[in-house]
T-cell receptor, first 116, second 112 residues
Framework: ETGVTQTPRHLVMGMTNKKSLKCEQH?????MYWYKQSAKKPLELMFV???????ENNSVPSRFSPECPNSSHLFLHLHTLQPEDSALYLC???????????????FGPGTRLTVL | LAKTTQPISMDSYEGQEVNITCSHN???????ITWYQQFPSQGPRFIIQ???TKVTNEVASLFIPADRKSSTLSLPRVSLSDTAVYYC?????????????FGQGTTLQVKP
């Protein structure tokens, strides 16, 4: 238990569906992240929020839309996805979001997404 | 961030010490070295971090030679539950965003 929870743990959706992934952190951190991990590929950073402001968008297609209403919650809204978007989506949080690696990131368990 | 190179996979047996080496020839002066562990269908978990020489915690040791172009993660007396993917990362503390760039990692298989 890392203090970062994600729901749902598994999601199957069609290409025309709209769904949202939710992440919540109970650590009092002020930075949150979305990562994508495809099969047999390294983790890819998607978005970074620091103090509820998006500070990084790593060239992610617009069919992925993040939302950070407060420092404890992070959403990833999904719309018109493609089968190649099937992956494990991981949320993480850290204390400051400004110091790359001494600022340890705590990951949630991930949402396994399958797009049909 | 500096690129890292690790072995794709390693095998070990329970009770043995495992050493995983990471090469980072282009490491910069400000870069720290960090290792994460990831179990299947879980997010990565921070293991250890260092800048030079040796760092030890309750889980592992990290050895960094003087030139800092490589580092070795040492896991003492591994058990079956240490079977996981281990990632080596290097990064610049002066970066203004918390960006982690993961490589392929090393898949450690611990056998009975």
């Amino acid at each position: 238990e890392t203090g970062v929870t994600q729901t749902p743990r598994h999601l199957v959706m069609g290409m025309t569906n709209k769904k949202s992934l939710k992440c919540e952190q109970h650590l009092g951190h002020n930075a949150m992240y979305w990562y994508k991990q495809s099969a047999k590929k390294p983790l890819e950073l998607m978005f970074v929020y620091s103090l509820e402001e998006r500070v990084e968008n790593n060239s992610v297609p617009s069919r992925f839309s993040p939302e950070c209403p407060n420092s404890s919650h992070l959403f990833l809204h999904l719309h018109t996805l493609q089968p190649e978007d099937s992956a494990l989506y991981l949320c993480a949080s850290s204390q400051t979001g400004t110091s790359v690696l001494t600022d340890t990131q705590y990951f949630g368990p991930g949402t396994r997404l399958t797009v049909l | 961030l500096a690129k890292t190179t690790q072995p794709i996979s390693m095998d070990s047996y329970e009770g043995q010490e495992v050493n995983i080496t990471c090469s980072h020839n282009n490491i910069a002066t400000n870069d720290y070295i960090t290792w994460y562990q990831q179990f299947p269908s879980q997010g990565p978990r921070f293991i250890i971090q260092g800048y030079k020489t040796k760092v030890t915690n309750e889980v592992a040791s990290l050895f960094i030679p003087a030139d800092r172009k490589s580092s070795t993660l040492s896991l003492p007396r591994v058990s079956l539950s240490d079977t996981a993917v281990y990632y080596c990362l290097v990064g610049d503390l002066s970066s203004n965003t918390g960006k982690l760039i993961f490589g392929q990692g090393t898949t450690l298989q611990v056998k009975p």
